[in-house]
């Protein structure tokens, strides 16, 4: 199987970020889609329900139930549900209805992986260093690490089972002769661009003194990125060199 077709099974087996995915542990428990707590009243008397779930009249974001009662979920103001029928004038009971909401990032993970190798290779340039082609056998080794560090929720270069950077590039038929790895773990609002996604995942890396020098390390020539997107808002990125 080429590298290519490896990339592409590895993406076909991923679930979406609607989906769950199992956690760490085998028991068959799963990670819940992630839910906000929203205003849902009904009249007794009449019938009439009711749901509150945005602050419509004011910044538009959604009402979120906290501790100390409703508030905007945007601009923090204080919501005070009716307690009355707008129908009948009868007493309402307010409860908590929990919907779930997806905060995952909207990009394409192929889009953040680009501006990634685009960001990597101007840092390069920036330095007065060649820059680095794009490898998809690289690219699918990268996934498969970010893929197993989401599934199993750990953030290392050493999975659990005690896989090191070599031995994935071991698995997938690569040459360990020189080789590297970064991984970056964010939590980005779902609609940040991907331009700023990736900026700040290497901007971090360059602040870093082990992935600084992985990223200006002239003996490098490829690359390749593998980024996975959780349905908890999570980015887990894994770039490898060689």
């Known amino acids: 199987m080429s590298p290519n077709d490896w990339a592409e099974k590895i993406r076909e087996d991923m679930p979406g970020p609607q ?7 085998g028991d068959g428990e799963q990670e819940n889609q ?19 779930s945005y602050h419509h009249e004011q910044c538009g974001s959604p009402i979120v139930h906290l501790e100390n009662g409703w508030r905007c979920g945007g601009c923090g103001a204080r919501i005070s549900p009716h307690d009355t029928c707008a129908n009948c004038g009868a007493s309402l009971d307010i409860d908590n209805l929990e919907v779930p909401i997806d905060v995952s990032h909207s990009a394409d993970p192929n889009e953040i992986e680009a501006a990634i190798h685009e960001k990597t290779n101007q840092q390069r340039s920036n330095h007065g260093i060649g820059t680095l082609q794009y490898s998809p056998h690289l690219s699918t080794i990268a996934l498969q690490h ?24 071991r698995q997938f038929g690569h040459d360990i002769r020189k080789c590297g790895e970064n991984i970056a773990l ?5 609609m940040t661009p991907v331009d700023e996604v990736a900026g700040s995942v290497v901007d971090d890396w360059m602040e870093s003194p ?33």
């Open 146 to 169: 970010s893929r197993d560090m989401a599934h199993q929720q750990y953030f290392d270069h050493t999975s659990p089972n005690g896989a090191t950077t070599k031995d994935r590039y």
């Open 34 to 52: 992630p839910t906000i707590a929203v205003l849902f009243s009904e009249c007794d008397k009449c019938g009439m329900s009711d749901v509150l």
């Open 186 to 190: 964010t939590y980005p609002t779902p």
């Open 210 to 242: 082990g992935h600084r020098e992985n990223i200006l390390r002239e003996q490098f020539d490829r690359e390749g990125i593998g980024v996975y997107l959780t349905q908890d808002g999570a980015i887990y990125t894994t770039q490898n060199f060689y």
């Open 19 to 25: 989906e769950t995915i199992q956690k760490p542990g």
